[in-house]
């Protein structure tokens, strides 16, 4: 057999190996993770979402999952759309954004009907872990 003939023998195979993975792959519902994000953008609609004001901080939170049953809440503010903290409250992962308190965080948790609640030391560490807090645990950023 001639190398071209071999060589296009491999490629239809590997070639139609590589489609039926895709379709396979198609098929697959990944609905219990986290919202994919193309272009800053949730491709999965929130099930829920409730914000609130406070101080002329507006304040929102989005609850992901399938079926009614939240498994990843986004919370961030006007000031911060970049969530840098993140918990695990009642079975659902949370990222906030590090400008927010413990007591925000938790409003946000308790619209959205989440039982659990974060720690003020908890934030903290986790803003500090983010890098906005220097040794002597002074606001760098």
């Known amino acids: 057999m001639s190398t071209s ?5 491999i490629a239809l195979t590997l070639g139609s190996s590589l489609v039926a993975g895709t379709a396979y ?4 519902q990944a609905n219990d993770r986290a919202p994919i994000v193309v272009n800053n953008k949730f491709v999965q609609p929130a099930l829920k979402t409730v914000n609130f004001t406070q101080d002329g901080v507006q304040v929102t939170g989005k609850a992901y999952g399938s079926q009614d049953k939240v498994s990843t809440v986004y919370i961030n503010s006007n000031f911060n759309s970049a969530t840098n903290s993140q918990f695990i409250v009642d079975g659902v992962m949370v990222y906030a954004s590090s400008d927010l308190t413990a007591t925000q965080i938790n409003q946000i948790l308790e619209n959205l009907e989440i039982k659990g609640s974060v720690s003020n030391s908890e934030v903290f560490n986790q803003s500090k872990e983010a890098g906005y807090f220097n040794s002597n645990n002074n606001l760098i950023k």
């Open 25 to 28: 792959a198609a098929d697959y």
């Open 5 to 9: 003939i071999k060589s296009l023998i």
